[in-house]
């Protein structure tokens, strides 16, 4: 399996650009160019004879160089709009599970799903005050069209009339 990689990596928009083209070879990467380095250099030793051939050619190593702002920041102004931009709000349902005893605390679900981007907060307040005690989460999953999802789980003892959100 022989594989190549482009991969543009962004830091405050496009204040900062890292360009990295890797090669891989049965899964392995053997060989990069490093858009902060201006170079090729070997990941493995099968990599050293491609990283010192390339870097003694001045056409290859300027097509590389370029493709920092021909590539990545090109790719950057075009899909900002639909990536960088893009912000869709939660779905969020509150529910309790079923709790086989009256002694036991009542553990409520907090289903957060269906946003982008991936950065969310979510907090539990019992009648307008925060609550911390006894919250856990699952991790963020993806779901695969760009939105993610997510659980928090608070386990309570709720008294008449207290009002979750």
Same mark, same amino acid.
């Given at each position: 399996?022989?594989?190549?990689?482009?991969?543009?990596?962004?830091?405050?928009?496009?204040?900062?650009?890292?360009?990295?083209?890797?090669?891989?070879?049965?899964?392995?990467?053997? *060989?990069?160019?490093?858009?902060?380095?201006?170079?090729? &250099?070997?990941?493995?030793?099968?990599? !050293?004879?491609?990283? %010192?051939?390339?870097?003694?050619?001045?056409?290859?190593?300027?097509?590389?160089?370029?493709?920092?702002?021909?590539?990545?920041?090109?790719?950057?102004?075009?899909?900002?709009?639909?990536?960088?931009?893009?912000?869709?709000?939660?779905?969020?349902?509150?529910?309790?599970?079923?709790?086989?005893?009256?002694?036991?605390?009542?553990?409520? *679900?907090?289903?957060?799903?269906?946003?982008?981007?991936? &950065?969310?907060?979510?907090?539990?307040? !019992?009648?307008?005050? %925060?609550?911390?005690?006894?919250?856990?989460?699952?991790?963020?999953?993806?779901?695969?069209?760009?939105?993610?999802?997510?659980?928090?789980?608070?386990?309570?003892?709720?008294?008449?009339?207290?009002?979750?959100?």
């Amino acid at each position: 399996l022989i594989q190549e990689k482009f991969q543009c990596l962004y830091t405050n928009g496009t204040e900062r650009i890292r360009y990295l083209y890797r090669n891989y070879w049965g899964r392995q990467e053997y *060989v990069r160019f490093d858009s902060d380095r201006g170079l090729f &250099e070997p990941v493995t030793e099968l990599g !050293r004879p491609d990283a %010192e051939r390339w870097n003694r050619q001045p056409d290859t190593l300027q097509y590389y160089r370029g493709a920092l702002e021909r590539f990545c920041r090109h790719n950057y102004g075009v899909s900002e709009s639909y990536t960088v931009q893009r912000q869709v709000g939660p779905r969020v349902k509150i529910s309790p599970t079923q709790s086989d005893s009256l002694h036991h605390p009542t553990l409520l *679900v907090c289903s957060v799903t269906g946003f982008y981007p991936s &950065e969310i907060e979510i907090k539990w307040f !019992r009648n307008g005050q %925060e609550e911390t005690a006894g919250a856990v989460s699952t991790e963020l999953l993806q779901n695969g069209d760009w939105t993610f999802q997510i659980l928090v789980m608070l386990e309570t003892a709720p008294q008449r009339g207290d009002v979750y959100t």
